[in-house]
């Protein structure tokens, strides 16, 4: 039973263009969102959060929207680097007591930028 | 300057063998996590802990333990090693339910 779905496993894109990944949510108490890189042998990097009060957040190269109704969120990197190249987690979170802020994490979408 | 750091970084052991995975974060953080990543590639929460709560996922066997000697260490204790214990093991912290910050991961092999 997922809680939070990366429907796609891997995404190709050319260098310079955008990437846009995806992440689906099923749990209306999650009211924290996160992206995160991986590079294989190593540990996830976070890269940007978003609260539920917002539907948009950026940071350099990366922005994150949120669509609370359609419990939808989406990753755009823009111009996208073959240093990108790299497998990204979607979290999502339940603050508030009890939680502690434990993170339940998507598949995972296997990112190619071509150069 | 690791942030988050884990030792070792692969641990090969026999099953029933006790072993231990130790974690040390230099962030000043008061939280603390162990997930473990399974073979499906699925990341899942195991434990988190600060100085006033252990969480544990009821999913986790009790052959698991966290042991915190402080706030800048969690260290996983695990008894009685099964097969189904191979995994890569991550260790993170966090400033109370802000953004969490991982270590470099273990992985254990079980023969």
């Known amino acids: 039973d997922q809680q939070v779905k990366q429907n796609s496993p891997s995404l190709s894109v050319q260098e310079g263009r955008i990437s846009i990944l995806n992440c689906d949510y099923t749990?209306?108490?999650?009211?924290?969102f996160l992206w995160y890189k991986k590079y294989p042998a190593e540990g996830p990097t976070f890269l940007i959060s978003?609260?539920?009060?917002?539907d948009k957040n950026e940071d350099g190269r990366f922005t994150v929207f949120l669509n609370k109704s359609a419990k939808h969120l989406s990753l755009h990197i823009v111009p996208s680097q073959p240093g990108d190249s790299a497998v990204y987690f979607c979290?999502?979170?339940?603050?508030?007591?009890?939680?502690?802020?434990?993170?339940?994490f998507g598949k995972g979408t296997k990112l190619s930028v071509k150069p | 300057d690791t942030a988050v750091s884990q030792t070792p970084k692969y641990l090969v052991t026999q099953m029933g063998n006790d072993k231990s995975i130790k974690c040390e974060q230099n962030l000043g953080h008061d939280t603390m996590y162990w997930y473990k990543q399974d073979s499906k590639k699925f990341l899942k929460i195991m434990f988190s802990y600060n100085n006033k709560e252990l969480i544990i996922n009821e999913t986790v066997p009790n052959r698991f333990s966290p042991k915190s000697p402080d706030k800048a260490h969690l260290n996983l204790h695990i008894n009685s090693l099964e097969l189904g214990d191979s995994a890569v093991y991550f260790c993170?912290?966090?400033?109370?339910?802000?953004?969490?910050?991982f270590g470099p991961g273990t992985r254990l092999t079980v023969l």
């Open positions: 978003i609260s539920s009060i917002k």
């Open positions: 979290a999502a979170s339940a603050r508030g007591e009890g939680s502690q802020g434990n993170l339940i």
């Open positions: 993170a912290s966090s400033r109370g339910e802000r953004a969490q910050y």
């Open positions: 749990n209306s108490m999650f009211d924290y």
